[in-house]
């Protein structure tokens, strides 16, 4: 067997080679795969694509939770050649069809449980051929099914770290998600990053709480961890209990999630009593890390390494070291080891010291551009090729990253991306509702939450029921609005823009 491909395809097998009878991946309560079991799944699942015409640059969407099945269809793909695309499966229906048509799928995985989130996505997913993980039904092929019945051996495609391996996409600000593509080299680079950055080793088990849709669970949770060889403890979901009862039972070594997640397993009545004395490296992304919960953590003798990043960063840019945590509070951090941070003034000069500028990313982690859609690419990247995040921020004197604001509006709840433009635009559409601007309103539970602030039209009815139930099904649900006020106007500029400063700072945004 030749492995001559550079990609991401060859990991699981060279980890065959290297250490076969390692635990790989840990799922539901007691089920085990190891390297070479789990190599070999990978194998199956290149077969079956291969049979299904799957070949180089073409895409596979799949959808649905945390599972070996995810991780095999994805190594599967880059054995082949294909474009791996995971979907958000909070996504309603129009989002999911969106996704898999503006991608080109050729294929569909998904799990069971979204069979119909699926059929009512129909036409606008593009009519992809259908796999169902599991046993399948019989209006659809099971992929367990089909990798039983696999023959054969598929000779891994060579992928250069320059091809796509991944399409993630990211809720765009015009209203429509953009594909970032991340290509093999992306995802090596940013792996190397956490295996230095947070010292993974190969003893290490990584509890993976957070889906692996989300580039950071799948970028800097998952592919540093089987790079390394150590072992993943898959979850399909979180909930506090459970999470720190998988830490006991598994002796967790590492830990990723957002500042809701360590927050729920604080203050969860099992806290007090269960065994951490394993746990040694958490991470933390999202938003920065509440005080309180800080205390919590670090009165169990646990302290968190933070960070900052973005999809197209595949999606590491900066990680702030545990024992930097207090000592620089507030603080994102460095950038990783193999990526480079600036700041810009508007002119795009560097900005002094201290000084507040657009952030800007460089390095091998850093995407290539956005999936059909040239003129974003160009737009988000400097003459000299570095990447615009849209987001601004300072350097203190020892080259540690400070957040000040955003030039996107972007809110994020719970560790979730929400664009204010997508909700925008449906909420002009209902009946009554005359303008609309969503803001991110600060809370305890997710860090922040999305408000509509809306003019309506006299003689018409608008409250936060109404506007919630007419959303409900066409946007995922942590978009949706947790209220909604009614204004005699909105603040604009002279040009007529939104001043959206002027109602965070009137309603506590």
Not at 8 to 27: E, N, Q
Not at 429 to 452: C, F, L, M, N, Y
């Amino acid at each position: 067997m030749l492995m001559h491909q550079h990609g991401i395809g060859a990991w699981v097998a060279k980890r065959r080679l290297r250490s076969p009878d390692k635990v790989a991946l840990v799922h539901g309560d007691q089920a085990t795969m190891t390297y070479r079991q789990f190599a070999d799944a990978a194998d199956r699942v290149s077969v079956v694509l291969r049979e299904w015409g799957v070949g180089k640059g073409d895409a596979v969407a799949y959808l649905g939770g945390n599972s070996p099945d995810f991780l095999a269809v994805m190594f599967g793909c880059a054995q082949v050649g294909a474009v791996f695309v995971p979907v958000n499966t909070r996504l309603a229906a129009p989002e999911i069809g969106y996704v898999v048509a503006d991608c080109g799928a050729r294929v569909l995985i998904h799990d069971p449980d979204f069979a119909g989130p699926v059929a009512a996505a129909g036409p606008a997913a593009g009519a992809p051929n259908v796999i169902v993980t599991g046993e399948g039904t019989s209006e659809w092929p099971g992929l367990a099914r089909l990798a039983r019945a696999a023959v054969g051996f598929t000779d891994p495609v060579d992928s250069t770290h320059q091809d796509a391996a991944v399409i993630v996409y990211t809720s765009g600000t015009t209203g429509r998600a953009k594909g970032a593509v991340l290509t093999h080299g992306n995802l090596t680079w940013v792996a190397l990053n956490c295996v230095v950055d947070y010292d993974v080793v190969s003893t290490d088990v990584a509890l993976m709480i957070s889906p692996l849709f989300h580039v950071a669970s799948l970028g800097m949770g998952a592919l540093p961890v089987l790079l390394k060889g150590a072992t993943l403890v898959l979850e399909k979901g979180f909930e506090p209990g459970r999470a720190l009862a998988q830490i006991e039972r598994h002796g967790v070594t590492m830990l990723s999630g957002v500042p809701t997640t360590y927050q729920l397993m604080a203050d969860h009545p099992d806290w007090a009593s269960t065994d951490l004395s394993t746990l040694a490296k958490l991470t933390c992304g999202g938003s920065a890390v509440p005080t309180r919960v800080l205390d919590a953590f670090e009165a169990r003798g646990l302290s968190f390494s933070q960070g900052y990043g973005m999809t197209e960063a595949a999606p590491g840019a900066t990680a702030l070291p545990a024992a930097m945590t207090r000592a620089k509070q507030g603080s994102v951090g460095l950038p990783h080891f193999f990526t480079d941070v600036r700041i810009t003034d508007p002119t795009g000069a560097a900005a002094p010291t201290g000084g507040v500028g657009e952030i800007e990313v460089a390095g091998p982690n850093v995407f290539p551009g956005y999936h059909g859609l040239p003129e974003a690419t160009a737009e988000a990247f400097t003459a000299d090729g570095w990447f615009r995040s849209g987001d601004l921020g300072y350097l203190d004197a020892d080259g540690y990253l400070y957040i000040s604001g955003r030039l996107k509006d972007m809110i994020i709840s719970g560790g979730e991306n929400i664009y204010p433009p997508e909700l925008e635009h449906l909420l002009t559409a209902i009946d009554g509702v005359t303008s609309a601007a969503v803001i991110g309103v600060p809370d305890e539970r997710w860090g922040e939450v999305p408000w509509a602030i809306v003019t309506v039209r006299e003689g018409t009815s608008v409250d936060t029921d109404s506007v919630r139930a007419y959303l409900d099904g066409k946007v995922a649900r942590y978009k949706l609005p947790k209220n909604v006020v009614i204004v005699a106007d909105l603040p604009r500029t002279a040009s007529g823009k939104v001043r959206k400063a002027d109602l965070r700072a009137r309603f506590g945004g």
